[in-house]
Structures are given as C-alpha cells and as structure tokens.
C-alpha cells in the first residue's frame, strides 16, 4: 500500500457512540485498503472519544482530529484539512459501508475524470440496522441529480459520496452559512465546475433515526433553503421558479413524523420486501394506536406479506 493514501474517508463524530463502532468497522472492512480515516471528534462527550482512540491503537490509518464543538460544517471542513489523498469520501457516524463501496466509486472516478463526484443507491435501515427498502429517488446522471436538486428532491445521499479534493477546494468547500443545508449547497456548486452522478449498486446502508440532523434540524432547513436557492439561481443567471421551498411533509423520507414513524417505516419495509421488519412496525402501530384503521391495515398487509 503507498505511503500517500488514495481516498481519505471523512467522518464527522459528535456523541455518536450508540452506532459508531459499527461505522468504523465497516470502513475498515473494504476490499479496497488504500485508505486514511480521518475521523474529527466535533466535542464528544459521551464514550465516543475512548471508541476513536481504541481504533487508532489498533489501526495506524485513522487519524484522529479532536477539538471543541462547532457544529457540521467546521468539523467537515477540519477533516479535508487533515485529510491527505486527492479523493474525498464522506461517511457518517451512524451508517454502514457496503465492503466494495470504495472499490466501486473509485474506479468509477478513474473512468470518467469528467466527474467530480460519485454516490451511490441506499439501503435504508431503522435505528436497530434492520433493511426497510432501497431509497426511492435516487437520481444517476448528471442531469437527473442537479435538476431534481433544483426542483427540491433528494436524489443524492451525503455520506454515499467520493469527490475529488482539487473540485472541493476549488468551490470553497463547506459553507457555514448553510449549515444544515451544508450538502445541497456543495452539490450545487459542484455541479457548476464538473459531472457528478451515482453508481447503481447499493453502497451504503443509510440509518434513519429520530435524533438524526435531518429529523431534528427541519425548521432550521426551511429557513436556510429559501436563501440558498436564491443564489443559486442568481448565480447560474437562471430566473427562479414561484416554488414553496418548505419541506414537504412525510412525502421525504428524511422528514418522518414521530407520531407516523412505525407506520411510514412499516409500510417502506413491506414495499422493500422486509417482511419480518414490516411486522416489527405494524405491532408498533396496532399498539400504540390501536383505534387506527391504517394501523390494522398495515398489519393486515405484513401478516399477509405484501
């Protein structure tokens, strides 16, 4: 293995230590090895800190970036500063690498050095890791991403993607500014300097959880987003749409209810064809709402398996 890494992974660590030792090991689990592990502890104060270090005694290709809380965004932008390979791949503390997701997007990016970006399909998975369904809209092509990014949909999952530092620098990287939105914003204007895209093949196991930023960051998102695409049409010299940029509903999977949850994540591990999963969350709902017709109907539908 050469002494300068390839793809430096990039993982932002705040509190995480119910799912961050399955993170870490499925990153060291690929079957590409050619890897750096910069993991940025953003102020833990849970027993993340003593995980991280037990993983850097075992492992010489992590390093370990510890400093006081900043939020997302200083801690994404501290990691690429310590990362030393020209290839970037973000990971999140709470999701699980598929073994071959390196090996897959790298070679995707030696094959189109047009592209500055790659990510990748998604199993979606409950806070216990049990599968619930492929992610319903991703987007693969160029095209398809960044308009369905304009149009405000989520075709491209964060912690899926490879990116070339050189593309990264170039536009600024992160953005305080947009913090909670700090990933769109990036997309964007990376889709301004290169080709971005997915690979088909499902890379990464994508964990969806109440205490997740996406789930208690909303009203903070709605705030930010009419801003950021005002620029982002003035930039590219386009004419905004008249378009509500409030999130809509259970209608995005990032943005589930809790009153709704066992039911919407029910209901995606039947489509998903779960079943066992299905049946855990129709229990849940028949359960706690046990006046719900949806509840029984949704039990109905798992017993039955489809």
């Not at 993340?48 to 010489?60: C, I, R, T, V, W």
């Not at 499902?202 to 109440?210: A, E, S």
Request: charge should be neutral; glycine fraction near 4%; include cysteine.
């Amino acid at each position: 293995m050469s002494s300068v890494p390839r793809i430096s992974v990039v993982m932002p660590v705040y509190n995480a230590a119910r799912y961050l030792r399955a993170a870490i090991q499925s990153v060291l689990d690929q079957t590409y090895r050619n890897f750096e592990l910069v993991v940025v502890d953003d102020g833990s104060e849970d027993e993340s800190p003593a995980m991280l270090n037990e993983f850097a005694a075992a492992d010489p290709r992590i390093k370990i970036v510890s400093r006081p809380n900043t939020g997302i965004v200083g801690a994404l932008n501290d990691g690429i500063a310590a990362a030393s390979a020209d290839l970037i791949a973000r990971m999140d503390s709470d999701d699980l690498c598929e073994p071959e997701r390196f090996e897959k997007q790298i070679a995707f990016l030696d094959a189109n050095p047009d592209h500055v970006l790659v990510g990748s399909q998604v199993m979606m998975i409950d806070p216990e890791g049990a599968s619930l369904c492929p992610k319903r809209d991703t987007e693969y092509s160029h095209e398809k991403i960044d308009a369905a990014h304009l149009a405000h949909r989520w075709p491209l999952v964060h912690p899926t993607i490879m990116m070339r530092k050189s593309a990264l620098q170039a536009v600024g990287g992160y953005r305080r500014k947009y913090e909670w939105l700090e990933d769109l914003d990036l997309f964007l204007r990376l889709a301004e300097v290169g080709k971005i895209a997915s690979v088909r093949e499902q890379l990464l196991k994508y964990r969806v959880h109440p205490d997740s930023i996406c789930h208690t960051r909303e009203a903070d998102q709605d705030k930010i987003r009419p801003l950021l695409y005002a620029e982002v049409y003035l930039r590219r010299g386009m004419t905004p749409p008249a378009q509500n940029w409030v999130s809509p509903s259970v209608a995005n999977p990032r943005l589930v209810a809790q009153r709704d949850r066992n039911k919407t994540w029910g209901w995606w591990a039947l489509r998903g064809g779960n079943v066992r999963t299905a049946r855990k969350y129709a229990f849940r709902c028949v359960r706690n709402t046990p006046w719900a017709s949806e509840a029984w109907r949704l039990m109905y539908c798992a017993i039955r398996g489809h």
